[in-house]
T-cell receptor, first 111, second 117 residues
Framework: AQSVSQHNHHVILSEAASLELGCNYSYGGTVNLFWYVQYPGQHLQLLLKYFSGDPLVKGIKGFEAEFIKSKFSFNLRKPSVQWSDTAEYFC?????????WGAGTKLIIKP | DGGITQSPKYLFRKEGQNVTLSCEQNLNHDAMYWYRQDPGQGLRLIYY???????QKGDIAEGYSVSREKKESFPLTVTSAQKNPTAFYLC????????????????FGQGTRLTVV
């Protein structure tokens, strides 16, 4: 069965630190990839997406992600995090009508 | 404003009761989804619907039922058969997209937190 793995369930960083959240998927065919963010008390919203083309995609709030097909990975990065980035982050893979979700990573930024 | 509306935001249910969670969208999206979110488990698919009057079971459909009589609406009923219904429930919708749904993002409602008392 297809699956999505997010390696870190909890990450704690200080402000201005660099961030990388891992995401690996298990499907070998064409995939479309997403990162969603859920800020405390808010609904899930799209951070960025990859469909085709440049494997380095930029999203909102300074986030970016790199699709590496050979590694089945779509890691999320941000060079310098802020306290307001405290949230839960989810990686997802679209397989036709279904979205397969990772378990999420809770990110806490210490001021 | 276009979006997805879930109601109620908080719901308390007694043991043995059925409850229905509402999900309405005015985005003209074809596909709608119900997920259950538990800490450390991500989003687990309960049911999804690609078109009106059609829906499919997801990974954890037991104890739940849905209907899709209108494109805009996809209510979820949590029945008394659901052994552990206390959770956060999320509704989402997506456009069909040109490649069978691959290249469209999902939009989410704000969720309903269900607690069994």
């Amino acid at each position: 069965a297809q699956s999505v793995s997010q390696h870190n369930h909890h990450v704690i960083l200080s402000e201005a630190a660099s961030l990388e959240l891992g995401c690996n998927y298990s499907y070998g065919g064409t995939v479309n990839l997403f990162w969603y963010v859920q800020y405390p008390g808010q609904h899930l919203q799209l951070l960025l997406k990859y469909f085709s083309g440049d494997p380095l995609v930029k999203g909102i709030k300074g986030f970016e992600a790199e699709f590496i097909k050979s590694k089945f990975s779509f890691n999320l990065r941000k060079p310098s995090v802020q306290w307001s980035d405290t949230a839960e982050y989810f990686c997802a893979v679209a397989l036709t009508y279904q979205l397969i979700w990772g378990a999420g990573t809770k990110l806490i930024i210490k001021p | 404003d276009g979006g997805i509306t879930q109601s109620p935001k908080y719901l308390f249910r007694k043991e043995g009761q059925n409850v229905t969670l509402s999900c309405e969208q005015n985005l003209n999206h074809d596909a709608m989804y119900w997920y259950r979110q538990d800490p450390g488990q991500g989003l687990r698919l309960i049911y999804y619907s690609q078109i009106v009057n059609d829906f499919q079971k997801g990974d954890i459909a037991e104890g739940y039922s849905v209907s899709r009589e209108k494109k805009e609406s996809f209510p979820l009923t949590v029945t008394s058969a659901q052994k552990n219904p206390t959770a956060f429930y999320l509704c989402a919708s997506r456009l069909k997209g040109g490649t069978g749904g691959l290249n469209t993002e999902a939009f989410f409602g704000q969720g309903t937190r269900l607690t069994v008392v």
